[in-house]
């Protein structure tokens, strides 16, 4: 079945890198995102990862992918207190583009 | 270019009654998906509304129900209201790429 995994709770200092994981169990997911989700807002797209890839670089965030392993991680570089927020991973296959099956979930705090 | 618009943001309803949220999506984005979110549950995906039909839909009973218009607005019933409905509801239009854009959210509260 599907299963996507996050540990639930972050800290980092103001400045540090922050980096989160997720574990996922489904092989044929054919795309792996990141999304961010501040108080009382909905979900925000960060970034996203084809499964063939094994590296991809925006600005401050970088994902790495092994799939081997079916883990995920989203780092970020230079944390900032703005950053603070819960952040989900997900991932979708091929022709359900729109259905995601998403992670419990990360909160990441800043502090300074 | 405006954002995802879900209505209302907030309401209150009570057992047994039902309800009807509203989105509307970023002009061009055809693909219309529902999803709940809950403390206890996290997020579960309801359905997919493409061109005013039901293209992919979640393991939600038949009390949840959608549609979609021929100007894309969709909008998401749930019947037959129970406490365990209470949750948040969220609208993401896509596109032809499949990246989802998410409006804020309609929260629910079923007393």
């Known amino acids: 079945g599907e299963d996507v995994e996050q540990s639930l709770f972050l800290s980092v200092r103001e400045g540090d890198s922050s980096v989160i994981n997720c574990t996922y169990t489904?092989?044929?997911?054919?795309?792996l995102y990141w999304y961010k989700q501040e108080p009382g807002a909905g979900l925000q797209l960060l970034t996203y990862?084809?499964?063939?890839?094994d590296m991809k670089q925006d600005q401050r965030l970088t994902v790495l992918l092994n799939k081997k392993d079916k883990h995920l991680s989203l780092r970020i570089a230079d944390t900032q207190t703005g950053d603070s927020a819960i952040y989900f991973c997900?991932?979708?296959?091929?022709?359900?583009?729109?259905?995601?099956?998403f992670g419990t979930g990360t909160r990441l705090q800043v502090t300074l | 270019k405006a954002g995802v618009t879900q209505t209302p943001r907030y309401l209150i309803k009570t057992r047994g009654q039902q309800v009807t949220l509203s989105c509307s999506p970023i002009?061009?984005?055809?693909?219309v998906s529902w999803y709940q979110q809950t403390p206890g549950q996290g997020l579960q995906f309801l359905f997919e509304y493409f061109s005013e039909t039901q293209r992919n839909k979640g393991n939600f009973p038949g009390r949840f129900s959608g549609r979609q218009f021929s100007n894309s607005r969709s909008e998401m019933n749930v019947s037959t209201l129970e406490l365990g409905d209470s949750a948040l509801y969220l609208c993401a239009s896509s596109t032809v790429t499949g990246e989802l854009f998410f409006g804020e959210g309609s929260r629910l509260t079923v007393l």
């Open positions: 002009s061009g984005h055809r693909s």
């Open positions: 990862i084809f499964s063939n890839m």
């Open positions: 997900a991932e979708s296959k091929t022709g359900t583009a729109s259905k995601l099956t």
């Open positions: 489904d092989s044929s997911s054919t795309y």
